[in-house]
């Protein structure tokens, strides 16, 4: 009897505990109810009560229901609120629920902050190197920034896959994501994409190069330059060949003159300028005897400025003498009392001073200030004598001015004294008073 009493009150309390626990599931159950509820409404105490349910009791089945509730609902609020409530979970122990939260986010703040959160734990790594080709750019940016700065190695087998797909844009993308991620390993990989089969792809890879200094990579920018079939690639590659300051480059760069393509040539020619490989000063002169187009002839004539050579001094000289534009005639004689060849340019200069343009001939006086060997001191007193432009004969006589002999003070004191211009005539007086003074003192 006492037996069956025992088992009687074994049952009894097992069934009461059975009871119990259903109460308190049902319970449970209801308040994750509320919970994703509070979670969903937001704006209300509920929602902060829920919040801190959340933080002490961590419901283990709570994340699925939102995360489903998630997928669910496109309003991007709701959705800031319940990826709030999934991050007080630790991601690593639902890792294949973040997998599909960040794999079906469609809003790019969203998918930032998601990558931003999951970039802390390395478990992601693989799953964040993924979205290097993503659509959106913010996205791969972010995942490139995260990427670099969790630092792990895992990514290197992830960034050699992305290389080799076929599609361009893929590897378009990567090479992007590599101006973030760039360190010394990744630089032959770098390298080879500039051999790639698109085009685009190879203008990518020049950018990337240029924006991570890697000089190993001017030998084949060289090649690009000198045979690449594509006129903006080589373009892109003179551009690198500046960057990287190369003046070894000069002669490549040079040889692109030959093919008289307007783009090519233009870029070239800058190149050269701001390289100074003024032994291009022959070709870039050259040029100014067969060239038509404007812009061209402008850069070349600028180029020649700046390498301080006319090379062939006939380029110039056609400019100044048959050059329809009267400011690339300015622009010419300027550089004319630029050019070393002093002996050569003076004749040039004589004949801009009877140019019909007054601008010409007042940079023409301006030039021959500059050319002091060959003493042009008698010239720009002819000029001033002569001439009926008062702003040439300013510039003659800023020109003297410059040259300062005191042998021109006695012929100018001989234009003073029957001048009649008033304002020149000021000019002068002004100019005789100051060296005067100088010579007594």
Same mark, same amino acid.
């Given at each position: 009897?006492?037996?069956?009493?025992?088992?009687?009150?074994?049952?009894?309390?097992?069934?009461?505990?059975?009871?119990?626990?259903?109460?308190?599931?049902?319970?449970?159950?209801?308040?994750?109810?509320?919970?994703?509820?509070?979670?969903?409404?937001?704006?209300?105490?509920?929602?902060?009560?829920?919040?801190?349910?959340?933080?002490?009791?961590?419901?283990?089945?709570?994340?699925?229901?939102?995360?489903?509730?998630?997928?669910?609902?496109?309003?991007?609020?709701?959705?800031?609120?319940?990826?709030?409530?999934?991050?007080?979970?630790?991601?690593?122990?639902?890792?294949?629920?973040?997998?599909?939260?960040?794999?079906?986010?469609?809003?790019?703040?969203?998918?930032?902050?998601?990558?931003?959160?999951?970039?802390?734990?390395?478990?992601?790594?693989?799953?964040?190197?993924?979205?290097?080709?993503?659509?959106?750019?913010?996205?791969?940016?972010?995942?490139?920034?995260?990427?670099?700065?969790?630092?792990?190695?895992?990514?290197?087998?992830?960034?050699?896959?992305?290389?080799?797909?076929?599609?361009?844009?893929?590897?378009?993308?990567?090479?992007?994501?590599?101006?973030?991620?760039?360190?010394?390993?990744?630089? %032959? =990989? *770098?390298? +080879?994409?500039?051999? $790639? #089969?698109?085009?685009?792809?190879? /203008?990518? !890879? @020049?950018?990337?190069?240029? &924006?991570?200094?890697?000089?190993?990579?001017?030998?084949?920018?060289? %090649? =690009? *330059?000198? +045979?690449?079939?594509? $006129? #903006?690639?080589?373009?892109?590659? /003179?551009? !690198? @060949?500046?960057?990287?300051? &190369?003046?070894?480059?000069?002669?490549?760069?040079?040889?692109?003159?030959?093919?008289?393509?307007?783009?090519?040539?233009? #870029?070239?020619?800058?190149?050269?300028?701001?390289?100074?490989?003024?032994?291009?000063?022959?070709?870039?002169?050259?040029?100014?005897?067969?060239?038509?187009?404007?812009?061209?002839?402008?850069?070349?004539?600028?180029?020649?400025?700046?390498?301080?050579?006319?090379?062939?001094?006939?380029?110039?000289?056609?400019?100044?003498?048959?050059?329809?534009?009267?400011?690339?005639?300015?622009?010419?004689?300027?550089?004319?009392?630029?050019?070393?060849?002093?002996?050569?340019?003076?004749?040039?200069?004589?004949?801009?001073?009877?140019?019909?343009?007054?601008?010409?001939?007042?940079?023409?006086?301006?030039?021959?200030?500059?050319?002091?060997?060959?003493?042009?001191?008698?010239?720009?007193?002819?000029?001033?004598?002569?001439?009926?432009?008062?702003?040439?004969?300013?510039?003659?006589?800023?020109?003297?001015?410059?040259?300062?002999?005191?042998?021109?003070?006695?012929?100018?004191?001989?234009?003073?004294?029957?001048?009649?211009?008033?304002?020149?005539?000021?000019?002068?007086?002004?100019?005789?008073?100051?060296?005067?003074?100088?010579?007594?003192?």
């Amino acid at each position: 009897m006492k037996h069956f009493d025992s088992i009687f009150k074994k049952l009894k309390i097992t069934s009461i505990l059975i009871i119990i626990s259903a109460l308190t599931s049902a319970a449970y159950t209801m308040e994750q109810k509320e919970i994703v509820r509070a979670v969903l409404k937001g704006d209300s105490p509920d929602f902060e009560e829920a919040i801190d349910f959340i933080k002490t009791n961590h419901p283990p089945s709570l994340p699925r229901e939102l995360k489903d509730e998630y997928l669910d609902d496109d309003d991007e609020e709701t959705r800031e609120r319940i990826l709030a409530a999934l991050k007080l979970y630790n991601p690593g122990q639902y890792a294949p629920l973040w997998i599909e939260i960040l794999k079906e986010s469609s809003n790019t703040q969203n998918e930032i902050e998601i990558i931003e959160f999951l970039g802390k734990y390395k478990i992601f790594t693989l799953l964040i190197a993924e979205r290097l080709i993503a659509p959106r750019s913010e996205i791969r940016e972010k995942a490139a920034l995260t990427l670099k700065d969790t630092g792990d190695d895992r990514i290197l087998p992830v960034i050699l896959k992305l290389s080799k797909s076929s599609n361009p844009v893929d590897r378009i993308y990567l090479l992007e994501a590599l101006n973030h991620l760039y360190d010394i390993r990744f630089q %032959r =990989l *770098v390298i +080879s994409f500039l051999g $790639d #089969e698109n085009k685009s792809v190879r /203008i990518y !890879a @020049l950018q990337c190069v240029m &924006d991570n200094d890697i000089r190993d990579s001017i030998h084949t920018i060289k %090649r =690009l *330059v000198s +045979s690449d079939d594509n $006129d #903006e690639v080589r373009i892109k590659a /003179i551009q !690198a @060949l500046v960057h990287f300051r &190369d003046s070894g480059s000069g002669y490549t760069i040079a040889s692109v003159l030959k093919e008289r393509k307007k783009n090519l040539s233009l #870029e070239a020619i800058k190149a050269l300028g701001q390289l100074g490989y003024n032994s291009a000063a022959g070709p870039v002169s050259e040029l100014l005897l067969k060239e038509t187009d404007r812009e061209l002839k402008e850069a070349a004539i600028v180029a020649l400025a700046g390498f301080g050579r006319a090379g062939n001094i006939n380029g110039l000289r056609h400019i100044v003498t048959e050059e329809k534009d009267p400011i690339l005639r300015i622009k010419a004689v300027y550089t004319l009392g630029d050019v070393h060849e002093e002996r050569a340019t003076m004749d040039i200069l004589k004949l801009s001073l009877t140019d019909r343009d007054y601008r010409v001939r007042g940079e023409a006086c301006n030039a021959l200030g500059k050319l002091r060997r060959n003493r042009p001191s008698s010239i720009l007193l002819d000029k001033i004598k002569t001439e009926s432009s008062r702003y040439v004969r300013s510039a003659a006589l800023y020109s003297l001015q410059r040259i300062k002999h005191e042998k021109d003070l006695v012929p100018l004191f001989d234009i003073y004294s029957t001048e009649q211009d008033p304002v020149f005539r000021d000019m002068l007086k002004k100019y005789l008073r100051a060296n005067l003074v100088k010579i007594v003192r």
